[in-house]
Nanobody
Framework: QVQLVESGGGSVQAGGSLRLSCAAS?????IGWFRQAPGKEREGVAA???????LYAESVEGRFAISQDNAKNTVYLHMYLLKPEDTAMYYC???????????????????WGIGTLVTISS
């Protein structure tokens, strides 16, 4: 069992930056960030596999960076050059230990946090 707690959400202006944190209890080879905007389906944003392999959605490539601090058992999502369309509830999710990220769709993830809200104003 993996428990995930997100933090770091907030409101910033377009062009600004935020860092989200996902504190995990338990082990997982794949931890990802997903987001859901009002009226839209949840989508994958970034995932990290075996601590070092980073995967990104095309919409955030070059603007977001995912990293993992094993000493703190925390995964971070560094978000730069934020746009109003990045506004969403952001969720941390993890796969069961021993599984790769695969296609890291939300249906692939086994554990979820409750989310943290990110609001970007223009």
């Amino acid at each position: 069992q993996v428990q995930l707690v997100e933090s770091g959400g907030g409101s910033v202006q377009a062009g600004g930056s935020l860092r989200l944190s996902c504190a995990a209890s338990g082990s997982s080879n794949c931890i990802g960030w997903f987001r859901q905007a009002p009226g839209k389906e949840r989508e994958g944003v970034a995932a990290i596999y075996n601590q070092y392999v980073a995967l990104y959605a095309e919409s955030v490539e070059g603007r977001f960076a995912i990293s993992q601090d094993n000493a703190k058992n925390t995964v971070y999502l560094h978000m730069y050059l934020l746009k109003p369309e990045d506004t969403a509830m952001y969720y941390c999710a993890a796969r069961q230990y021993g599984r790769s990220c695969g296609r890291w769709t939300d249906g692939d993830m086994d554990y979820w946090g409750i989310g943290t809200l990110v609001t970007i104003s223009s």
